[in-house]
């Protein structure tokens, strides 16, 4: 399946194929209780997330069909970059308040948990994946994830990620990733489960 580099053009058709999978995502959902206004929210979210974070670290990636449809996407951030800047988080903030509204307290919650239980050694950290209703079924997620994860095995650097439902663990486990702990979403959140992935030896180093 093809994968390449996310651009500036493509950032609206990457955010929308993001909200479509997050959809019933337990944490959007605790974020976004309201149905009705979960996929514009969302879909601003992942916009001002790549714009303003994931695209300058060179790390995100889209997985498009033979007709080029967008179908999903991988934020992945490099080693050293996974936290937002000071300056990036000030523009990202309006769209934020944006797409969140009465929620931003919400998503501040996730984001200082999520933060506070984050590892210290150097990784490629895998913030968000998916791929749209349209894609599912075809390989998308599996080429995304195999893209940056023979990078991180050549390079030799481990691999980070929160699952978010705890269905998809297995699927994780395939690539080599193994649950290392939980993070419980303060008053009320769910649950996410940490997962880490030692790189493997491919004998190009």
Same mark, same amino acid.
């Given at each position: ?9 493509? =950032?609206?058709? &990457?955010? &929308? ?15 976004? %209780? ?18 303003? @974070? ?15 449809? =967008? ?7 490099? %080693? ?9 988080? !000030? ?6 308040? !944006? ?18 239980? @984050? ?49 998809? =663990? ?8 193994? &649950?290392?702990?939980?993070? &419980? =979403? %303060? ?11 030692? %790189? ?6």
């Amino acid at each position: 399946m093809p994968v390449r580099p996310v651009t500036r053009s493509d =950032i609206r058709a &990457v955010s &929308v194929a993001l909200a479509d999978a997050f959809d019933d995502d337990p944490v959007m959902c605790w974020i976004l %209780p309201d149905p009705e206004r979960r996929p514009a929210g969302m879909a601003r979210l992942f916009g001002a997330e790549i714009r303003y @974070h994931h695209l300058a670290g060179g790390g995100a990636e889209l997985a498009y069909t033979d007709d080029g449809t =967008i179908v999903g996407g991988a934020l992945w951030d490099p %080693p050293g970059r996974w936290k937002q800047s000071t300056l990036s988080s !000030l523009l990202s903030l309006p769209t934020l308040a !944006l797409a969140l509204g009465r929620q931003l307290r919400a998503g501040a919650e996730v984001d200082g948990a999520l933060d506070a239980a @984050h590892p210290t050694e150097p990784h490629w950290y895998l913030a968000s994946i998916g791929t749209s209703t349209a894609g599912r079924g075809g390989g998308h997620g599996t080429a995304l994830l195999n893209s940056r994860l023979s990078r991180c095995d050549a390079d030799g650097l481990p691999a980070y990620l929160e699952s978010s439902k705890e269905g998809n =663990i297995p699927y994780y486990e395939r690539f080599g990733f193994e &649950v290392t702990g939980e993070i &419980v =979403i %303060p008053n009320g959140g769910p649950t996410l489960w940490q997962m880490w992935r030692r %790189p493997r030896d491919t004998g190009q180093r």
